[in-house]
């Protein structure tokens, strides 16, 4: 069978080559993939600059959003043929970490986790692959077509479970949510947070395309100016940039609660009068906090969520598909793409 | 009786003046002050910089670390004559917020909060004051020569509460804390520390003097180094500076979890690679928060702490004592000075 690989650390090494079906040790339960998504890790990965392949392979299967179906499980796995199925990214090291040994892997200590497509596992781009039942999970059979949203999904159900949990410290009843950057991620967190009943408002430079009609059908505000210009005041950013204007934006806004998610180039530094950011924080009680990666219950609060929101919504976020064979045309980005989905 | 004041907003304008007794509307339980501890707020006040006075008063009766013995208690209070004190410093407005209802006045979201010797009421810096039962806490009666310590380490103790609410959100074990900082409040951070059996390394400028004493009595590790320089990985960083170039320290630190308790003058705008500090603090899922100001809960547990420590530790913190009639004496700042108290 055909996969989607590169040469990790090599620029447009990507290539469909043949590989070998999956093995049983990578998993009891035998899945035919239905599609991949494609996010900003995976283009990092593409241009050379992330990932590791396989320990003794020079190639490494890129693709982690994933979606598939059971094609063969174990009659005690808890599986069965045609369940519709998403696998976990991220897996603690054989020997664990004490956080990757209670399951939060996404908060990993000791750094040795791998990352299926991304960190010495194979990815999901190729027709099949294998998974064990700790790191699969069954979706709603509803989700056929938008289960391949789980991914990013888990990780903006991972922001918002910290925020939930980092709001407990004290009194605290947020109302209205920011959002900075309208790509699959921002949309998605605002999708959660107008779930929880915020009133929420979100940011993008692009103000061409679906964006602001998707912001419009959560029942959410779209402004094409920055927080500080909308006057908006929100007790929670949600920062999915990494740009370090909107960053700077998001830590000056008052806000009691920042999470930032965006992950951006190392850039160049930037004038910052940090006396007064710290001095706000303190006089504030603020709490900035950063997220990344997703454990098992973020992907069960994942599927929670996605069962929950307007199918035709979901279907809209998706605004490109592509055969895999296809894969070159997929990874060319437009500015109004906002999330881009290879099917298998 | 004479109270030491100032008129708020002018420098200079420091005076020991004539006041009236304290009004029985000021609480029901007449207290004779036994100290005052003077700090960075108190210096700021004085300068001219802050500080609000009483409605209908042109001044301010400075002193917001108190310490003091009940003169008169009515006897249903829960008090009796001879009870040593300390008031708690901040008190809702009469209209509260949902958080200062709760008695989370430090939390306060409306702002209108009042502060005894900073905002709006009166200081303790005058032979007797009044409080009601709900904002006085009763001490340890060893306590007599250090309880004036009970507020700043009423601060460390909403700290240490804060880094354990915080820490609650995912599994997190940590054992080595920096503190930036051998003030006052970075030595009382460093004793709670160690109380929860922390390994706690402190670093301050200031080399010489009483500070690596103190910092060696807890079983602490004194730096006259920055943290990066000390080599040492903190898991949780602890900045009572409020200096540019120790907050940058700390945050690119990897700590897991940064608390920032200082506070200086706004500053110049220095260089700051944003990027790397927004990407370090997602991938590492990090936390940094600001604290201010204490509620009724940290003054009991900072009551706790202090009962705990060495008494001779706690009477070398306190490096000068002064009667309030030489405050002027009292004021003038010295490199070596770490904690000084005016006596009533």
């Known amino acids: 069978m055909r996969a989607l690989t590169v040469r990790p650390g090599v620029a447009d090494s990507l290539a469909l080559v043949e590989v070998p079906e999956p093995e049983p040790r990578e998993g009891a339960i035998l899945v035919d993939a239905v599609a991949v998504g494609l996010c900003g890790t995976d283009w990092e990965i593409v241009r050379g600059g992330y990932g590791e392949a396989p320990s003794g392979s020079d190639r490494l299967i890129i693709g982690h959003e994933n979606l598939g179906r059971v094609?063969?499980?174990?009659?005690?796995?808890?599986?069965?043929?045609?369940?519709?199925?998403?696998?976990?990214?991220?897996?603690?090291d054989p020997?664990?970490?004490?956080?990757?040994?209670?399951?939060?892997?996404?908060?990993?200590?000791?750094?040795?986790?791998?990352?299926?497509?991304?960190?010495?596992?194979?990815?999901?781009?190729r027709p099949r692959w294998r998974a064990d039942p700790d790191a699969l999970i069954r979706l709603d059979p509803a989700l056929a077509e938008t289960g391949v949203l789980m991914e990013p999904t888990s990780i903006v159900a991972k922001a918002w479970e910290q925020v939930d949990r980092i709001g407990r410290r004290a009194?605290?009843?947020?109302?209205?949510?920011?959002?900075?950057?309208?790509g699959?991620?921002?949309?998605?967190?605002?999708?959660?947070?107008?779930?929880r009943g915020l009133q929420v408002h979100v940011y993008d430079v692009t103000t061409t395309g679906p964006k602001p009609d998707l912001v419009a059908g959560l029942g959410a505000t779209f402004h094409g100016q920055s927080l500080p210009d909308s006057g908006v005041k929100p007790d929670i950013v949600l920062?999915?940039?990494?740009?370090?204007?909107?960053?700077?934006?998001?830590?000056?806004?008052?806000?009691?609660?920042?999470?930032?998610?965006?992950?951006?180039?190392?850039g160049a530094p930037v004038p910052v009068d940090v006396g007064r950011l710290s001095r706000d924080a303190v006089l504030g009680n603020h709490v900035v906090f950063g997220t990344v990666s997703a454990n098992r219950r973020h992907f069960d609060a994942a599927?929670?969520?996605?069962?929950?929101?307007?199918?035709?919504?979901?279907?809209?976020?998706?605004?490109?598909?592509?055969?895999?064979?296809?894969?070159g045309e997929a990874l060319r980005r437009t500015p109004t793409d906002v999330k881009v989905v290879l099917d298998l």
Chains 1, 2 share one sequence.
């Not at 921002?186 to 779930?195: M, P, V």
């Not at 934006?249 to 008052?254: F, M, T």
């Not at 599927?303 to 894969?327: C, H, Q, V």
């Open 71 to 92: 094609a063969q499980a174990p009659p005690d796995s808890g599986f069965a043929a045609g369940d519709l199925v998403v696998a976990v990214v991220r897996r603690p």
């Open 95 to 125: 020997a664990p970490c004490p956080a990757c040994r209670v399951g939060e892997w996404d908060m990993c200590f000791n750094g040795r986790y791998t990352e299926h497509g991304i960190r010495g596992l194979s990815g999901f781009a």
């Open 171 to 182: 009194y605290w009843e947020p109302a209205v949510a920011a959002v900075t950057g309208a």
């Open 184 to 195: 699959p991620v921002g949309l998605l967190a605002a999708l959660l947070g107008t779930q």
């Open 239 to 266: 920062e999915c940039t990494g740009a370090a204007s909107a960053v700077l934006d998001a830590l000056g806004s008052a806000a009691g609660m920042v999470c930032l998610m965006g992950v951006a180039p190392v």
């Open 303 to 327: 599927g929670r969520a996605l069962a929950a929101a307007d199918p035709g919504w979901l279907r809209e976020l998706i605004t490109r598909r592509a055969p895999l064979a296809r894969y």
